[in-house]
């Protein structure tokens, strides 16, 4: 497809499991951006990337929380060891090149929903 | 202080009239501004970027106060479909992430 596509749209699982959140960005598009959604708040910065490196971690709450990129476009968020406080949706974006940060134009996937019980 | 903050709203609006809300920011080397926009349950996406000199988009008027740290959007002749939430994003200290506000919700009614 053109846009940001993300798997799966929606994931339940149980405290304590370990999850994977997929993110396909738009082809093409070197930098890629995760973030996170809870229920009346704006989206919060994870991670992000510039080609297969994390340029900027800072946003990962703690070390349940890691992120791949090992060729440069299709990105995995791990998350082990879930906890009801990881229930968000998870928001991927990816850019033409960082520069496009300056633009503002970051396109979004639709999210991932989590929900953890 | 979070790093931007927004009224959260909701702003009731009456179909045809203007409405306009503030955005505020912490960190005064921020360079690029934007606002996005939100609707229910669907990603956000960029309505307009934010200029020094202020910039208008059709209906929509952003302005940016330097001095003050904030940034404004003003739309003028509501639309029902203009009811979503509004996200005043600006570039972070590293110049590589984009900070979101916690975002102003608009209601248009006729």
């Known amino acids: 497809g053109a846009g940001v596509s993300q798997t799966p749209s929606n994931k339940v699982t149980e405290k304590g499991k370990y999850v994977e959140l997929r993110c396909d960005p738009i082809?093409?598009?070197?930098?890629l951006y995760w973030y996170r959604q809870s229920l009346g708040q704006g989206p919060e910065f994870l991670i992000y990337?510039?080609?297969?490196?994390?340029?900027?971690d800072s946003g990962l709450p703690n070390d349940r929380f890691f992120a791949v990129r090992p060729e440069g476009s299709v990105s995995t968020l791990k998350i082990q060891r879930t906890e009801r406080g990881d229930s968000a949706v998870y928001l991927c974006?990816?850019?033409?090149?960082?520069?496009?940060?300056?633009?503002?134009?970051?396109?979004f996937g639709e999210g991932s929903r989590l929900t953890v019980l | 202080r979070k790093e931007v903050e927004q009224d959260p709203g909701p702003f009731n609006v009456p179909e045809g009239a203007t409405v306009a809300f503030n955005c505020t920011y912490s960190n005064s080397a921020s360079q690029s501004f934007f606002w996005y926009r939100q609707d229910c349950r669907k990603e956000p996406k960029l309505l307009m970027s934010v200029y020094s000199s202020g910039n208008e988009d059709g209906r929509f008027t952003a302005q940016l106060n330097r001095a003050s740290q904030y940034i404004s959007l003003l739309i003028r002749d509501s639309k029902l479909s203009d009811s979503a939430t509004y996200l005043c994003v600006v570039n972070g200290a590293a110049g590589n992430k984009l900070t979101f506000g916690g975002g102003t919700r608009v209601l248009v009614k006729p």
């Open positions: 974006a990816s850019s033409l090149t960082p520069a496009g940060v300056d633009t503002g134009e970051l396109f």
């Open positions: 082809s093409g598009h070197t930098a």
């Open positions: 990337f510039q080609g297969t490196g994390a340029a900027d």
